[in-house]
């Protein structure tokens, strides 16, 4: 197969050695997940090593797709947010077991993959005021740092004021403040890969000072029999499961449609002053994620870290199969994984993740960017937001965040005479929700 002419590299200014190069650097830059995602999913009950390997293999089959389908040099794995989703809210929160998180996955992606064949995936996108899809992606990178803080044990349980400040003497406290410092330091110094060098330099700290213990470089990936096609598709009709499927299919839409207008400009796709983005790419992401909640990981989405590796040049697809190559190798460094991933006893019950934790922190730093697009000017419009971003950290539950959002965006536009501009499908959504309350409320 001719290369640079199936890729069209030569006509996107490009070259195989830029493409590699940008791919490689696209991968640095977002491999923080495989650390991540396994702690995460594990956290609710899932076998780490099958989740890792899933995630892996996955993300891998996620770009050759993106690359081959799309050529586009953006990569996909597991989206941040929808994992605490998943974790946290559906399998934690509602006590719906992870083989049916896993079915809901499953079906919100095939469904999407519907969408991106119609012209419906623009209607949806016009129906989302800006406002309230800003409240929810900044919501959703607080909440994901809420937990960072608690991982490290910087924050913690209080009685009478529900959380204060931790021992910051406590040896994993102290190498998860280190984690914080570097990573950041890293990020002002604008170095690429910032997020995964500072998980790595922490790791390393760790086994300085005893915290974490050595244990191999390479071996066997770690088997995905634990939760490979475990998916359970019976009660898909519940109210609840219903809600579960809707909110995994309104977070993957928006963050792949923002991702992929995001990096747009940078990516080379805007002909004319319009952005053009290929149907193939929507048909990618949302294949990715039927795939991996297969496997058995959380929703896939194209990754906005892409950005680093566009800017090191890639400019096709063919850095997305690269990307895809190094997850494809991942899984036989399986051993580190489980190193940096590990939590630490600290007595009682209680198990810190000073390695992981800064790189959430971080994360919720970058999604609270989104924060500047909200119009908080316009009380119709700042207050759905406001009580979006608020809800979610004081209930714990991204659903809960969204549901005061969709409700009161519908109920103040009345007042601000904007009720018939907004798009029905906000008002139906408030009246479900409502509904919702009302009937668990019974």
């Not at 403040?177 to 570097?182: A, E, I, K, Q």
């Not at 700290?205 to 974490?212: F, K, P, S, V, W």
Request: net charge neutral; with cysteine.
């Amino acid at each position: 197969m001719d290369i640079i002419g199936f890729f069209k590299i030569k006509e996107r200014g490009s070259s195989v050695s830029r493409e590699t190069l940008g791919g490689a650097t696209t991968f640095m830059t977002l491999a923080y997940i495989v650390f991540v995602q396994p702690v995460v999913l594990s956290a609710a009950g899932m076998d780490f090593g099958a989740v890792f390997s899933a995630t892996c293999f996955s993300s891998a089959i996620a770009c050759f797709l993106m690359g081959l389908l799309a050529n586009y040099p953006i990569a996909i794995a597991p989206a941040m947010g929808h994992n605490f989703y998943f974790a946290f809210a559906v399998i934690l929160g509602m006590q719906i077991p992870w083989e049916r998180a896993l079915g809901a996955v499953v079906v919100a992606g095939v469904i999407f993959f519907i969408i991106s064949l119609t012209s419906l995936r623009q209607v949806i996108i016009d129906a989302i005021p800006k406002s309230l899809g800003a409240g929810i992606s900044a919501g959703i990178g607080l909440l994901i740092a809420l937990v960072g803080f608690e991982w490290s044990g910087i924050i913690v349980s209080a009685p009478g004021t529900y959380v204060g400040l931790g021992s910051l003497n406590e040896p994993p406290v102290l190498l998860a403040v280190f984690g914080l410092l570097v990573i950041s330091a890293l990020m002002v110094r604008r170095v690429t890969g910032a997020i995964l060098i500072g998980i790595l330099i922490t790791a390393a700290a760790g086994l300085l000072t005893g915290l974490i213990h050595f244990q191999g470089v390479v071996s066997a990936p770690p088997s995905m029999s634990a939760t490979f096609l475990k998916a359970d598709f019976s009660g898909m009709f519940t109210v609840d499961m219903l809600v579960i499927i809707a909110v995994f299919l309104f977070l993957d839409i928006f963050d792949t449609i923002g991702t992929l207008i995001g990096l747009a400009p940078e990516a080379g796709l805007v002909k004319d002053g319009r952005i053009i983005i290929n149907r193939n790419a929507f048909l990618a992401d949302s294949g990715a994620t039927v795939a991996g909640g297969l496997f058995g990981t959380s929703t896939l989405t194209s990754y906005v870290e892409s950005s680093a590796g566009i800017s090191a040049g890639a400019r096709t697809g063919l850095a997305a199969l690269v990307t895809g190559v190094f997850f494809l190798i991942t899984p036989f460094f399986s051993p580190i994984v489980k190193m940096v991933g590990g939590g630490i006893p600290v007595g009682g019950n209680t198990v810190l993740y000073p390695i992981t934790a800064p790189a959430l922190i971080i994360i919720g730093v970058l999604m609270m960017k989104s924060a500047k697009d909200i119009e908080w000017t316009s009380p119709a419009e700042a207050v759905p937001a406001f009580l979006t971003i608020t809800v979610m950290q004081l209930s714990v539950s991204i659903t809960d965040g969204i549901a005061f959002g969709f409700i009161s965006y519908s109920f103040l536009s009345i007042f601000s005479g904007k009720f018939m501009k907004v798009s029905p499908a906000i008002h139906i959504c408030a009246v479900l929700l409502i509904i919702r309350y009302i009937w668990f409320a019974a």
